[in-house]
């Protein structure tokens, strides 16, 4: 029993990072608007936080919304970002009674002030929980985030402060916003869509990737523990060999 345990842990993914896909498609294959499949997608966001802590789970990601979601009509935008304040407003204390911390990943630059503000709330309200962090991407995309740390990498250059030469992987990785945590151990995506969408593109070196043709809002507490079980059987390798 205790080796089950064991070896249950030793096959959890630290780091679960997840691509929440197929909002507006679940709801117009229904007959309703697409902003009703993000309001169901909202349902899930809870459940799985939930269950991913209750596995044990230390990091989740969440891509939320992406640098690229700009280009959607604009009364979709703004339902999402009203949704989005009224849920941070609503759930953040539920999260930190459960010792979620709250993390935004994305550029600030960009994000309407109400937004930001309801933002910091919940991140400043949970900053000392240790249960599990909560990454949330919000005006997230990965090349723009690569972008940011060179810029900042080249300024200390230019400062003196860095030789190139010192430059190493882990320094690129000091300047992303996920500095400090552990690369994701598994990609999730639902909704069929076999693609990465500008999503963590460095930190997701080594991830293994797990698709489901399950849209958001089907994605739940099961589903999820399907995919756990799914990543529990894959060998990882690292680019060496199976040690026996
Ligand atoms: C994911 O669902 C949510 C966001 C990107 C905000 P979509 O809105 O992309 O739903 P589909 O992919 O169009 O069905
Ligand atoms: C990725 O989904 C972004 C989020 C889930 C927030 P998209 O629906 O924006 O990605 P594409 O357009 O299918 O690549
Ligand atoms: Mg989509």
């Known amino acids: 029993m205790e080796k089950d345990i064991q070896q249950r842990s030793e096959h959890l993914p630290v780091h679960v990072a997840i691509i929440m896909d197929g909002n507006g498609r679940w709801a117009m294959e229904r007959g309703m608007p697409r902003t009703q499949g993000h309001l169901e997608g909202v349902k899930r966001v809870e459940e799985i936080i939930k269950a991913a802590r209750d596995a044990g789970i230390k990091f989740l990601t969440i891509y939320a919304f992406s640098t690229e979601n700009w280009t959607r009509p604009s009364e979709e935008v703004s ?101 400090d945590q552990p690369d994701p151990d598994l990609l999730i995506r639902t909704s069929g869509e076999v693609r990465i969408s500008n999503f963590l593109l460095w930190q997701l070196s080594y991830a293994e990737l797990y698709f489901t043709d399950k849209c958001w809002p089907e994605f739940n507490e099961q589903e999820f523990l399907k995919a756990l079980s799914t990543y529990a059987q894959r060998e990882r390798r690292w680019g060496g060999v199976k040690v026996s």
């Open 79 to 179: 339902m999402i970002m009203r949704t989005f304040i009224q849920v941070l407003g609503q759930k953040a204390r539920d999260l930190d009674k459960n010792g979620v911390r709250i993390n935004f990943i994305g550029r600030r630059q960009g994000i309407p002030q109400e937004v930001l503000k309801a933002m910091d709330k919940a991140a400043l309200l949970t900053r000392d929980n240790a249960g599990m962090t909560l990454n949330i991407a919000f005006n997230y995309g990965a090349r723009g985030e690569i972008v940011d740390a060179v810029k900042s990498i080249a300024q200390r250059v230019a400062a003196g402060l860095v030789k190139p030469d010192d430059i190493e992987e882990k320094t690129v990785s000091s300047f992303l916003y996920t500095k």
